[in-house]
Nanobody, 124 residues
Framework: QVRLVESGGGSVQAGGSLRLSCAISGYNYNKKCMAWFRQAPGQERQGLAGIDGDGNPKYSDSVKGRFVVSKDKDKDILYLQMNALMPEDTAMYYC??????????????????WGQGTQVTVSS
């Protein structure tokens, strides 16, 4: 059974930083991709950043330059370092994974495995 568990969310003031972690288990495909998404109340789920099966990162324009995605291949943990946080970054943050045969595209519909999410709240 595939399981993704996010951690690292919390409350922070604007301008601060947080690092999210996502541990995956039960999915032994070594070319899997993993990605971060977020969803604010009343909004659609938005792709942020991910790493493809070859270890290449991909970012959405909305977070490029502020967020950094990385992966510990040995531990199968995906990270998201979030810097210069703004109140509009407030959302539930989710980790997802799939085989991504066509490369990594940050579209929720392309991912079949999801974590439960971790809340990030940024106050002004």
């Amino acid at each position: 059974q595939v399981r993704l568990v996010e951690s690292g969310g919390g409350s922070v003031q604007a301008g601060g930083s947080l690092r999210l972690s996502c541990a995956i288990s039960g999915y032994n495909y070594n070319k899997k991709c993993m990605a971060w998404f977020r969803q604010a109340p009343g909004q659609e789920r938005q792709g942020l950043a991910g790493i493809d099966g070859d270890g290449n990162p991909k970012y959405s324009d909305s977070v490029k330059g502020r967020f950094v995605v990385s992966k510990d291949k040995d531990k199968d943990i995906l990270y998201l370092q979030m810097n210069a946080l703004m109140p509009e970054d407030t959302a539930m943050y989710y980790c997802a994974s799939d085989s991504c045969p066509g490369g990594i595209w940050l579209e929720p519909i392309l991912f079949g495995y999801w974590g439960q999410g971790t809340q990030v709240t940024v106050s002004s």
